[in-house]
């Protein structure tokens, strides 16, 4: 298929609007993806590179699908390239515009929440790598489960039940090694 | 025809059972509201779920609030990166 003609105006113009404010959360889905602070910044600009070429292919509807799905590519020839042997799901996604939370917590609730979240770190870090990838892409990341699977190129089913089965390992990893049963102190 | 899914052909109140089958879907907002408001209905009257439904609350907060870890750094040197290619 031929590219339809697209000057160099048009090229940046669109670079600009489509991809220049997914930034952020491509980083933040490379995070997931590789683990690696380095090989993360490597893969998005990869991703951004293959973006700004294919941009005169682009409809223009979805670009974060767009722009995850050429991630997901781009991953698997980087990890092909690497660890053939080792090629595994190219978890990653990214960030729909979560509202920050509200910082509206008395200081107590703060030192609170810090010491749980200690530990909700921990049981995500226990988590084998397919759950805790599904569990970054929709529960920190606030992907959608249509995104995540996306990403992952596993039906939408596949990322709801690793989601559910991850959260139940980390309330019961909460309960075993982080005392906290029904998400108070034990 | 579409079969609709289990939950969406019942007409009866809903169970500890069926809310557990569904309370992470609900919790995602990722079902018929239909269904949804029943199970809020349930919740509000059963101490069980209404515990189970808090202990998720918390967890998907706690996670929620991990991602502020993001490297600033890095996001400037891609924002930059992505000047360079419409720049150059």
């Excluded at chain 1, 090229?11 to 609007?17: G, L, P, V």
């Excluded at chain 1, 767009?66 to 020839?77: D, F, H, K, S």
């Excluded at chain 2, 907060?61 to 720049?87: C, I, M, P, Y």
Aim: aromatic share 6%; glycine share 4%; with cysteine.
């Amino acid at each position: 298929m031929s590219d339809p003609v697209i000057d160099e105006r048009e090229q940046k113009a669109a670079f600009d609007r489509y991809v220049v404010p997914e930034i952020d959360v491509l980083y933040r889905v490379a995070r997931s993806i590789t683990r690696n602070a380095t090989d993360a910044e490597d893969l998005v600009q990869d991703t951004m590179l293959r973006a700004y070429r294919a941009i005169g292919r682009f409809d223009g509807r979805h670009p974060r699908a767009w722009l995850l799905t050429i991630m997901r590519n781009a991953q698997i020839n980087r990890v092909r390239r690497k660890r053939p042997e080792l090629m595994r799901d190219p978890d990653a996604t990214m960030d729909r515009v979560a509202s920050e939370d509200e910082d509206d917590a008395d200081p107590e609730a703060q030192v609170l929440d810090r010491g749980y979240d200690a530990a909700i770190e921990s049981a995500l870090d226990a988590l084998p790598e397919k759950f805790r990838t599904v569990v970054e892409l929709v529960d920190v990341q606030a992907l959608s489960y249509q995104e995540a699977a996306g990403i992952l190129d596993v039906p939408t089913g596949t990322i709801m039940s690793r989601l559910h089965r991850a959260r139940t390992r980390i309330r019961k990893h909460l309960e075993q090694h982080g005392g906290y049963v029904n998400g108070r102190p034990a | 025809m579409i079969r609709r899914p289990w939950y969406r052909r019942k007409t009866s109140p809903a169970s500890c059972r069926e809310v557990g089958r569904v309370l992470q879907s609900y919790l995602d907002n990722d079902m018929d509201p239909e269904w949804a408001a029943r199970v809020a209905e349930h919740l509000e009257a059963c101490k069980h779920c209404g515990l189970e439904e808090a202990t998720y609350r918390e967890i998907k907060a706690s996670l929620s609030r991990q991602k502020s870890s993001v490297n600033e750094d890095a996001v400037a040197r891609l924002r930059e990166f992505g000047r360079s290619l419409t720049d150059g």
